[in-house]
């Protein structure tokens, strides 16, 4: 049924629709309302599952690495200082191979405090063994959710759903959810693999030494690396049943004649593409190539959408300090040992929150159109303030 609906709401609606057994949460800023409706769906009797509301982050997910390991579908949802609170947890959940569904709300991570939307902290987890996927409107959210329970539970692995903070925790879209027997029929029931049950003890997360712990990792390195078949086919059934495909591990647009080719994440892509559709009838060949999952990562096909550019321009809310944006570095992995290789430049914008207007799009891809050498900016800067900085440095 297609209704107006704020972001967390429309995300705790869908969360509901997968009928997990247990949900832990703690609240933290932007994530709250998403475990705020769903504690009210419990308490309306629309949620039949164990809500438990933890004393902090690491107990959440703590939880949830119980909870799954008993056998229970299992969800949990944080953001930026939150998330990195979980971390120790958030790798044993990896390592244990059990397929938590978290909702990630994307925030700057401190300090300075802020707490306002950029994607640093879920980018600075992208090795702890969970598949990542960023959504690009309140829809896609939505379904991935779906999806997500779906990939998790098929191959033992957590995935984390990243949306970001306030420009879809807190928008009013409309949205289209399925009714329960549509979720039913996409999401069957989860029959774990395996589970800790008296009847049948067993150990999860033991003792591994020198001898066997590079086996043990190397095994989920190669499950993530063949997981993009199980991700595709989920994304082409729920187009199948629901008539809405986002794109498996990317999509394009306006890419096929691109001479240069923009690339991002998240809802950053929304004023992507009004400023290409701008620059297009203004004559100018520009073209997006949007990337879905960081984890496990699209290397074949980010080569294949890109080889063709004459430059490419990776526009992202994060960065490696020191270095460049993160996933500008990962996509120059895709080119390695390649014949021939696009100019690929990063330019960093938004961190904190700042605003990403569209005349900065425009002017970046011209400039790319101009010339593609490659480069690393940080764009949208105040640079009275930074000058400043240096007068008193």
């Not at 390649?338 to 605003?355: C, K, M, N, Q, Y």
Request: charged share 20%; proline share 5%; aromatic share 6%.
């Amino acid at each position: 049924m297609r209704e107006m609906m704020e972001g967390s709401s429309a995300v705790a609606e869908s969360v509901a629709l997968c009928r997990p057994k247990v949900v832990c949460a703690y609240p933290i800023t932007p994530q709250t309302h998403i475990v705020e409706r769903l504690a009210r769906l419990h308490a309306e009797g629309r949620l039949d599952a164990g809500y438990v509301l933890a004393e902090s982050e690491f107990t959440a997910a703590s939880v949830v690495l119980g909870a799954s390991a008993t056998g229970a579908r299992a969800y949990t949802a944080s953001s930026s200082q939150g998330l990195l609170l979980m971390t120790e947890v958030i790798f044993n959940i990896a390592g244990m191979r059990l397929p938590v569904v978290m909702t990630v709300a994307n925030r700057a991570v401190s300090a300075p405090i802020n707490i306002w939307n950029d994607q640093q902290d879920s980018m600075s987890l992208r090795d702890c063994g969970w598949i990542q996927m960023y959504a690009e409107d309140v829809q896609e959210a939505c379904d991935m959710h779906l999806q997500a329970f779906r990939i998790a539970e098929s191959l033992n692995i957590p995935v984390m759903v990243c949306m970001d903070g306030y420009i879809l925790t807190h928008a009013t879209e409309p949205v289209d959810l399925p009714s329960a027997g549509e979720a039913d029929s996409y999401l069957p029931p989860f029959e774990p693999r395996f589970h800790l049950t008296p009847t049948d003890p067993m150990t999860l997360g033991a003792m591994a030494g020198p001898d066997a712990y590079m086996e043990v990792r190397m095994l989920l390195h190669r499950s993530m690396q063949q997981a993009a078949g199980t991700i595709r086919q989920a994304a082409v059934d729920f187009h199948e049943m629901f008539g809405r495909y986002a794109g498996a591990q990317l999509d394009t647009y306006h890419a096929d004649d691109a001479e240069v080719l923009l690339v991002s994440m998240g809802s950053l892509l929304g004023t992507m593409k009004d400023a290409v559709d701008e620059l297009r009838e203004e004559g100018h060949p520009v073209g997006i190539v949007k990337v879905r999952t960081i984890r496990p990562f699209p290397r074949s096909e980010l080569h294949d959408a890109l080889h063709r550019a004459r430059a490419v321009g990776v526009v992202e809310k994060d960065i490696s300090l020191g270095l460049e944006g993160i996933l500008c570095s990962e996509i120059r992995s895709a080119f390695c040992g390649a014949a021939e290789t696009p100019g690929i430049s990063s330019f960093v914008a938004g961190l904190g929150g700042r605003d990403i207007r569209k005349e900065q799009i425009k002017e970046i891809a011209l400039g790319l159109l101009s010339d593609n050498t490659c480069r690393v900016e940080v764009t949208g800067l105040d640079h009275e303030v930074l000058w400043r900085a240096h007068e008193e440095e």
